[in-house]
């Protein structure tokens, strides 16, 4: 399985971006989609997740301003953050869960200017 992440940028506090992933391999392993952030200095955190049935769970912390979406049949998954603020800076990560591992895909940045 390898996961390819998309997006990210500089955006002022207030602002919106929007994560895209795609899967390719063998991606009918993946049950559990999502996406994780590490700040400067933190241990890498849980933003949001999402089934394959669609089930969500998303961080306190972005609860109501971060959307978590996905489609399986372009086995991708995409993260629309709004209300953006300096504290959500970090790099972020794509991550795809299966029985037989986690996949990882390559960090992608995102800087929320006050």
């Known amino acids: 399985v390898q996961l390819q992440a998309y997006g990210g940028g500089l955006v002022q506090a207030g602002g919106s971006l929007r994560l895209s992933c795609a899967a390719s391999?063998?991606?009918?392993?993946?049950?559990?989609m999502g996406w994780y952030r590490q700040a400067p200095g933190k241990q890498r955190e849980l933003v949001a997740t999402i089934t394959r049935r669609g089930t969500t769970n998303y961080a306190a912390s972005v609860k109501g301003r971060f959307t978590i979406s996905r489609d399986n049949a372009k086995n991708t998954v995409t993260l629309q953050m709004n209300s953006l603020k300096p504290e959500d800076t970090a790099v972020y990560y794509c991550?795809?869960?299966?029985?037989?591992?986690?996949?990882w895909g390559q960090g992608t940045q995102v800087t929320v200017s006050s």
């Open positions: 991550n795809g869960e299966a029985v037989s591992g986690n996949y």
């Open positions: 391999g063998s991606v009918f392993r993946i049950n559990v």
